[in-house]
C-alpha cells in the first residue's frame, strides 16, 4: 500500500484513504492539483491567524507596557502583578506565534 501526504496536515496517509486519518481532511474527489491549491489555501488561512494573533499578542503586552508606564504601580500590588503578567503573557504569545508562523513558511514549497 503506497503512501502519500495529506495536504493538510502533512502527515503520512494511505495513497487509497479517502479521508486524512489525522485531520479529517477529506481527499475523495480531489485531483492532485485540488489537492496542492487546498493545501496552499490552508498555509495561507494558517498564515493569517497567526499574524492575526500575534498582533493581538503584541497588543496585550502593548496595553501591560503601557499601563505600567502610565500608571507606574508600587511592586509587589496586584495592580503591577497584574500589568507584569499580561506584558510577559502577550510577550510569550507574540513570540509563540511568531515561531508557529515560521514553521508554517518553512513547509511551504
Ligand atoms: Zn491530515
Given at each position: 500500500?503506497?503512501?502519500?501526504?495529506?495536504?493538510?496536515?502533512r502527515?503520512?496517509?494511505?495513497s487509497?484513504?479517502?479521508?486524512?486519518?489525522?485531520?479529517?481532511?477529506?481527499?475523495?474527489?480531489?485531483?492532485?492539483?485540488?489537492?496542492?491549491?487546498?493545501?496552499?489555501?490552508?498555509?495561507?488561512?494558517?498564515?493569517d491567524?497567526?499574524?492575526?494573533?500575534?498582533?493581538?499578542?503584541?497588543?496585550?503586552?502593548?496595553?501591560?507596557?503601557v499601563?505600567?508606564f502610565?500608571?507606574?504601580?508600587?511592586?509587589?500590588?496586584w495592580q503591577?502583578n497584574?500589568?507584569v503578567?499580561?506584558?510577559?503573557?502577550?510577550?510569550?504569545?507574540?513570540v509563540?506565534?511568531?515561531?508557529?508562523?515560521?514553521?508554517?513558511?518553512?513547509?511551504?514549497?
Amino acid at each position: 500500500m503506497a503512501l502519500a501526504q495529506c495536504p493538510s496536515c502533512r502527515k503520512r496517509v494511505s495513497s487509497k484513504a479517502t479521508e486524512c486519518p489525522h485531520c479529517q481532511f477529506v481527499f475523495a474527489g480531489h485531483s492532485e492539483q485540488d489537492l496542492e491549491r487546498e493545501f496552499i489555501r490552508i498555509q495561507q488561512e494558517k498564515r493569517d491567524k497567526l499574524v492575526s494573533r500575534s498582533m493581538l499578542a503584541l497588543l496585550i503586552a502593548i496595553a501591560g507596557f503601557v499601563y505600567l508606564f502610565l500608571q507606574q504601580p508600587m511592586p509587589e500590588t496586584w495592580q503591577y502583578n497584574v500589568a507584569v503578567g499580561v506584558l510577559v503573557a502577550g510577550l510569550l504569545w507574540f513570540v509563540v506565534n511568531r515561531v508557529q508562523l515560521l514553521f508554517v513558511k518553512r513547509k511551504r514549497k
